[in-house]
């Protein structure tokens, strides 16, 4: 019988990650400001807990909620639109939907849940994902590309680009991931849990895969998304 709890963390174990360097391993896209990029290789699948999708917004406290399925009572605890807060007209906001997964970020060089707000960017990813060299990923885990998105225009004349390009993981960064990957579990965004504290012992993925629908009206099931002044280092 241990003295210790089940979950104790030893004094000579590596030093834990604060709360300020949790919240910097998040990245949405909406943070690309006009004329900057951002380079990413996707790392996992929705079957592996490493993608998720479904619906977001912010409640009156700031508190971000999201939902594999279309939150029906969000009136009661959604937040106001930006001219509801600015103008004082009190408007609702409304449900957003989103694409999260698990990417390991050039610019950090760090493994991050990485968020696609728009839905030109989730388009061209699918696009990518539906090409033969690119809809796999490799033994690791890890995809065989990496992919660039880059913001050109404010408002609505904003356009998005998001540009593939077929370069293998290096080895040391498989290892990498295969040493963290059952530490992120994406599923617990949607009870507000942390997604780098594991997969709890009996989850499994919810909700249904993302997917997207071709011309021919068919569902496909998506296996899974500052400027660069030089090509990616090594691995990317």
């Not at 399925?69 to 937040?79: Q, R, S, V, W």
């Not at 040493?179 to 579990?185: F, N």
Request: with cysteine; aromatic share 12%.
């Amino acid at each position: 019988m241990s003295f210790f709890p089940t979950d104790y963390r030893a004094a000579t174990a590596a030093p834990e990650s604060t709360g300020h360097d949790r919240k910097n391993r998040y990245f949405e896209t909406k943070r690309i400001k006009d004329g900057e990029s951002v380079t990413f290789r996707l790392c996992g699948t929705h079957d592996s807990g490493h993608v998720i999708a479904g619906w977001q917004y912010f409640t009156a406290e700031g508190k971000p909620r999201r939902f594999p399925k279309f939150p029906e009572g969000y009136l009661e605890d959604i937040g106001l639109t930006y001219e509801g807060r600015t103008k004082g007209t009190g408007e609702k906001d409304k449900p957003q939907y989103f694409l999260s997964f698990c990417a390991l970020v050039k610019e950090s060089d760090e493994f991050m849940v990485f968020t696609i707000n728009q839905k030109k960017l989730r388009e061209q990813l699918e696009t990518v994902l539906d090409m033969e060299d690119y809809k796999q990923p490799l033994p690791s885990g890890m995809f065989n590309f990496y992919a660039t998105i880059k913001r050109a225009g404010e408002g609505l004349n904003t356009n998005w680009h998001l540009t593939p390009t077929l370069k293998a993981p290096t080895k040391a960064d498989e290892k990498r991931w295969a040493e963290v990957a059952e530490s992120i579990w994406l599923p617990a965004l949607y009870v507000g849990a942390d997604p780098f504290s594991g997969k709890p012992a009996t989850a499994r993925p919810e909700g249904l895969p993302p997917t997207h629908r071709d011309p021919m009206g068919a569902d496909h099931e998506v296996a899974t998304a500052p400027d660069l002044e030089a090509m990616p280092a090594a691995g990317w």
